[in-house]
Each structure stands twice: as structure tokens, then as C-alpha cells.
């Protein structure tokens, strides 16, 4: 099993910046790929960025998001990061982390993150 824990969410300005974390339960070179979704009121859950872990390459990066969300990593704190910077109204959603592990897919309990003047 994983455990995945967000934490970083909260309330931030438009133009503003976040930085989510994920931290994982084990050894990211354990986790075939991560990735950062979320889901805003209403609406289904979208995958906004993924990454392959053992190749680092992206599974994908949601079109409205690119240029302005960065993943960065922390292996020895198992920490995967989605940085947001020029935080739009649209943006607003519960951000969950996800991890493929042995076949399964593993959740967060979802940070929320709200942009608002």
C-alpha cells in the first residue's frame, strides 16, 4: 500500500503562487508514475500534470495549465511538488495526488487551493 499526503493548498490572490506537496509512503523509485489532478465544483476530476518515474518524462500537462505548473521532486523526503505560478479564478479546484503502485492507483485526501480577490 501507499499513503499519499497533500498539504499546501489554501486561499491566494490572481498572478499569485502555490507550491502543493505530495508525500509519498515510500520511495518514489518505487512508483511507476505520479501525478497532480484536480477537481473543481460540478466537474470531474482532470489530470492536470503526470510524470513517469522512472524515465522523469511527462505523461501529460493539462493545455491551460502549461507554462505556469512545474513538477519538481524531493526523493529523499518521497515528496513529489506541483508548483502554480499566475494563479488564475479557473484554477480554483481540490488538488489530489495519485500514484501508480503495483497495479493500483493510490489518492490523496486532496488539498484545497482557491483563487480569489
Known amino acids: 500500500q501507499v499513503q499519499l499526503v497533500e498539504s499546501g493548498g489554501g486561499l491566494v490572490q490572481p498572478g499569485g503562487s502555490l507550491r502543493l506537496s505530495c508525500a509519498s509512503s515510500i520511495s518514489l523509485y518505487n512508483i511507476y508514475v505520479m501525478g497532480w489532478y484536480r477537481q473543481a465544483p460540478g466537474k470531474q476530476r482532470e489530470l492536470v500534470v503526470g510524470i513517469n518515474i522512472p524515465t522523469t518524462g511527462r505523461i501529460n500537462v493539462e493545455e491551460s495549465v502549461k507554462g505556469r505548473f512545474t513538477l519538481d521532486r524531493d526523493n529523499a523526503k518521497n515528496t513529489l511538488y506541483l508548483d502554480m505560478k499566475n494563479l488564475k479564478p479557473e484554477d480554483t479546484a481540490v488538488y489530489y495526488c495519485?500514484?501508480?503502485?503495483?497495479?493500483?492507483?493510490?489518492w490523496g485526501q486532496g488539498t484545497p487551493v482557491t483563487v480569489s480577490s
Open positions: 495519485s500514484a501508480d503502485y503495483e497495479g493500483l492507483r493510490y
